[in-house]
């Protein structure tokens, strides 16, 4: 029996291909399973005709995503302050989801999916991300991680405790005088 595949099949061909099989595996095993239909004349023919539809609806769509992709690629970088320690390593992470949020704040409809981040950012760094668009199409963003600067340190707090205590001296010795004058 004559079969053209819709799918690639192991170790008989791919999509589009016309081969000979027995007609028990076509009926049981090909047909049911959505990898193949019967090659018939009016079959080729509307599947000639899907096939073209596609291919058109195809084109349309990578068209699409390659004026998205032009328009990503001029992006500018993207910023993000965290805090983090001296060593450039951060308390927490800049994810796929935070890259996300930020272009979707100038304006585009890209899924956390679609951005390749194999693990999250940690450390204060400059990074070049990918974001998937479409298939065989992808664009660059720069992503840019910079330290939030903390100004309070384990030095201050001891300042400020000496301080407090000093100062409460102080007010307790200027009542005794007041008490004592």
């Known amino acids: 029996m004559k079969v053209i595949l819709t799918d690639f099949v192991q170790s008989l061909g791919a999509p589009g291909d016309e081969i000979d ?27 000639e005709n899907n096939l073209k539809q596609r291919a058109r609806k195809m084109a349309k769509v990578i068209k699409e995503a390659e004026a998205q992709k032009v328009q990503v690629d001029v992006l500018e970088t993207f910023v993000f302050t965290r805090r983090a320690g001296e060593d450039g390593r951060l308390f927490g992470s800049v994810t796929s989801a935070d890259i996300e949020k930020a272009v979707a704040e100038r304006g585009f409809n890209i899924s956390k999916r679609q951005i390749e981040l194999k693990q999250p950012i940690k450390t204060v760094s400059e990074v070049e991300v990918m974001v998937k668009i479409h298939t065989g199409v992808s664009a660059k963003v720069m992503v840019s991680v910079e330290a939030e600067v903390i100004v309070e340190t384990e030095e201050h707090d001891k300042e400020e405790e000496i301080t407090e205590e000093t100062q409460a001296l102080e007010s307790e010795a200027a009542v005794e005088e007041e008490q004592a004058g």
């Open 21 to 47: 099989v027995a007609p028990g595996y076509a009926r049981n095993y090909l047909i049911p399973k959505g990898l193949g239909f019967e090659a018939t004349a009016s079959n080729r023919k509307t599947y």
